[in-house]
């Protein structure tokens, strides 16, 4: 059984823990959970953290229990949250779950015949027969307004002005019952969850406490950020989500291809499975040659992998050479329209009609069409002759002539001209 504690520690995974876990987990096989919020039908690279500190649980011998919230996602949480969520309903809320637990289960181990297997529970099984008037005799006479008040969550939206409903002041007791419910029923005796999360677990180590006489323990892990102060895992185009139909394999590649120097060191202990001998080993051959950027390419294989698949991440990976010349109109027809699109985002789409692609005599006619690739013919034919063009990556031997290559996509040809600048020529049927 690995020690889970220092493999947290030496990969900067731990803010804050409760006095006596480190024994509690050293006495045998523990239970954890971890909770989300399915307020979409994907988690995104922001729910990670999370997702491997579970990862690294149940690969030290422990048991890792997700907790779906059916019934706190009807709420929403008011930690660090200006305003109060729009409330999902049920049919939302289940489909949300079955794309979360798909996700899920590239990472942990649902299956395993042995008793640490993965466990998946929704809070809205025991949460939907709780009546109103049970819950506040049950659970709320344990917790003192004064103590829900101190909560750093509560406190700043106070602060700021903009109040907070009953609804959203309820949901530490809400996931303080959830604690209490795993741990009775469950043998769950530890909350693992981000920083803001503090004061929330808290109140079920506090429920467990004094309805029960009993103990159990929390584990938060840092809020990560952005050597530049910018928030992680956005884009311009948005949050990097796990589901290939959000983020595309390719764009996933790259946000983690992209990172600084400093956030790769970060980044590669908490989200991928490397052991420290090889991530060292990695910084080190990063700190000789920087420039090879070793660290973002070791980062970006793991994760997409473990995401993704070892088939996406290769795409991936010639997708990305396809900028820089290293590839051939094989590597081409392997990427989906949506990769291939996602490559050339921002390059000129000239559009032309079947008859006019199929009418166009040479090379020239085509590249000249409308004058956006080439005002004329003799650019073209100077061009040509100097090797500075190619047609989905081949190079035009004679401006004269026809092109023959297919048709990418049966309606796409790449047109490269000179080293860095490409056109997209997108044939209407």
């Not at 239970?31 to 999370?50: E, K, M, Q």
């Not at 009807?74 to 996700?103: C, H, V, Y």
């Amino acid at each position: 059984m690995n020690d889970f504690i220092a493999e947290l520690k030496w990969r900067g995974m731990i803010q804050d823990m409760t006095a006596g876990l480190e024994e509690h987990i050293q006495k045998g096989q523990a239970a954890a959970y971890l909770g989300f919020d399915p307020t979409a039908d994907s988690l995104h690279i922001g729910h990670l953290v999370g997702v491997m500190t579970l990862l690294h649980f149940q690969r030290s011998g422990h048991q890792p229990l997700a907790l779906i919230g059916g019934a706190t996602g009807m709420i929403g949480d008011p930690s660090f949250k200006s305003a109060e969520r729009n409330l999902l309903d049920k049919a939302t809320l289940d489909q949300n779950i079955a794309g979360i637990r798909k996700q899920l289960e590239k990472f942990l181990d649902f299956d395993a015949e042995a008793s640490n297997k993965a466990v998946l529970v929704n809070n809205y099984d025991w949460m939907s027969e709780f009546s109103f008037l049970e819950f506040i005799r049950d659970v709320g006479k344990y917790i003192t307004v004064n103590y829900m008040m101190a909560k750093d969550s509560v406190k700043r939206r106070l602060e700021e002005g903009n109040g907070l409903s009953f609804t959203e002041f309820t949901y530490q007791l809400i996931q303080g019952y959830d604690f209490y419910y795993l741990w009775k029923n469950k043998g769950c005796s530890i909350q693992l969850g981000g920083s803001d999360q503090w004061g929330n677990i808290v109140t079920g180590t506090e429920l467990i406490r004094k309805k029960e006489g009993g103990e159990a323990f929390a584990l938060t892990v840092p809020l990560i950020t952005k050597a530049d102060g910018t928030k992680f895992g956005k884009t311009e185009g948005g949050s990097v989500w796990l589901d290939p139909e959000k983020t595309s394999p390719y764009a996933f590649y790259q946000f983690w291809l992209n990172v600084s120097d400093e956030d790769a060191s970060k980044y590669i202990r908490i989200f991928t499975t490397l052991d420290r001998e090889t991530i060292e080993n990695l910084e080190k051959e990063h700190l000789e040659a920087p420039h090879l950027r070793a660290l973002q390419k070791a980062l970006a294989k793991d994760i997409t992998i473990l995401v993704h698949s070892e088939m996406d991440y290769e795409i991936a990976v010639k997708a990305s050479n396809i900028l820089f010349g290293k590839s051939s109109l094989e590597d081409l027809s392997t990427l989906d329209e949506r990769t291939f699109l996602q490559v050339f985002d921002g390059v000129d789409v000239i559009e032309m009609d079947h008859a006019s692609f199929d009418n166009a005599e040479s090379a020239l006619d085509l590249l000249t069409l409308d004058q956006t690739i080439f005002k004329s013919k003799g650019e073209a034919r100077k061009m040509i002759q100097g090797g500075g063009v190619s047609i989905n990556k081949q190079k035009i031997e004679n401006p004269s002539n026809k092109v023959e290559t297919s048709l990418l996509q049966d309606q796409y040809l790449l047109v490269q001209k000179g080293k860095k600048k490409y056109f997209i020529i997108k044939v209407l049927s």
